[in-house]
């Protein structure tokens, strides 16, 4: 089992930045993928950013270029860093961890978005 802790949530005005972190604890394997998803009331679950344990990245569209995911291995924790936010990036946004035969949620970090 893997478990996941996010923190870094909060209110910020357009144009404004946040960055999210997420603490890995438990049985972590040395190859794996970590990632941001977020959810707006009424939307599905959507992918935002990616990163495996080799430092390869992937951005949704709709973040790329304002949105930077990095990962200290060390530390097991991955980062969001969040920059020119806009009111459609409001979201409760969910740290995932995969590997083989894992698939791991955080409890959600709610990034509000708004003047």
């Known amino acids: 089992q893997v478990q996941l802790v996010e923190s870094g949530g909060g209110l910020v005005q357009p144009g404004g930045s946040l960055r999210l972190s997420c603490v890995a604890s438990?049985?972590?394997?040395?190859?794996?993928?970590m990632g941001w998803y977020r959810q707006a009331p009424g939307n599905q679950r959507e992918l935002v950013a990616s990163?495996?344990?080799?430092?390869?990245?992937g951005y949704a569209d709709s973040v790329r270029g304002r949105v930077t995911i990095s990962r200290d291995n060390a530390k097991n924790t991955v980062y969001l860093q969040m920059n020119s936010l806009k009111p459609e990036d409001t979201a409760v946004y969910y740290c995932?961890?995969?590997?083989?035969?894992?698939?791991?949620w955080g409890q959600g970090t709610q990034v509000t978005v708004s003047s």
């Open positions: 438990g049985s972590i394997f040395r190859i794996n993928t």
């Open positions: 990163i495996t344990s080799g430092g390869a990245t």
């Open positions: 995932n961890y995969k590997q083989i035969g894992v698939n791991s």
